[in-house]
């Protein structure tokens, strides 16, 4: 391997074992989190279904954004939508061969990009141009926002403007799972692409973004509302009455 397909093959070795052990143990450090109170924000399902339901709408529909805000779930629907078509289009290199569905999702990935660079922005520009927002905004917000439209626009340059060998693209990352990847391309803009990539995959289990996972643990969206019918006790709590 050459010098520089040996430096990416590491650095994605490396970006892929931190996002999965980070990831794993959030979550596992999530589930271990007691819930001693009763707190689903109501009005709440009565119904472990209704509580599916639910989940259901917050993830696909960003429903309680859309009640807050109708701005900020507009562009964060956009983006978010973006982001998950690009997600499967980029999974055309890391198959093979491709499946069908994602064969058929290939053209939408383009739009998709063009949509997570817009969604992204306007997300940003509601940093500067919102007081209260602004007021509340970290270094680490802009960064995190800046590195990934900086993704996003390497990404949609290379599909319009400086073309990359994805072929060889594809052999590389098909290669890593044989640990006897094959030469990556060395164009600039591809390389720059790739290095943010693993740059995001090293921060997401640290960062804001783990919002993703987070969801799925938010007591106030994945419980019950029937605290009148069920004794809702922590099993911390619960250990100590028995003690």
Not at 14 to 25: Q, S
């Amino acid at each position: 391997m050459s010098f520089l397909t040996t430096v990416y093959a590491y650095l994605y070795y490396f970006a892929a074992l931190v996002l999965l052990a980070g990831v794993t143990f959030k979550v596992v450090q999530y589930a271990r989190t007691p819930a001693p109170l009763k707190i689903p924000t109501t009005p709440a399902p009565t119904t472990k279904a209704g509580v599916v339901l639910r989940m259901t709408r917050e993830v696909v529909l960003f429903e309680s954004l859309f009640r807050g805000n109708k701005w900020t779930w507009i562009f964060g629907w956009i983006f978010h939508f973006g982001l998950f078509l690009v997600t499967l289009r980029h999974l055309r290199y890391f198959m093979e061969p491709v499946w069908l569905p994602i064969e058929l999702v290939q053209p939408f990935g383009i739009y998709g990009g063009m949509a997570m660079v817009v969604g992204l922005a306007g997300l940003w520009a509601r940093r500067f141009f919102v007081d209260r927002v602004r007021y509340i905004s970290s270094p680490s917000d802009h960064l995190i926002l800046a590195l990934l439209i900086a993704i996003g626009c390497t990404g949609l340059l290379m599909t319009f403007v400086f073309h990359t060998d994805v072929v060889a693209v594809k052999s590389f990352f098909i290669g890593l799972y044989s640990f006897d990847p094959p030469p990556l391309p060395g164009d600039p803009l591809l390389l720059l692409h790739l290095f943010l990539v693993a740059a995001l995959m090293i921060i997401f289990p640290y960062s804001k973004l783990l919002h993703a996972p987070g969801l799925f643990f938010s007591p106030s969206r994945n419980q019950v509302d029937n605290p009148r019918e069920q004794r809702h006790i922590a099993p911390w709590a619960k250990r100590l009455e028995q003690e």
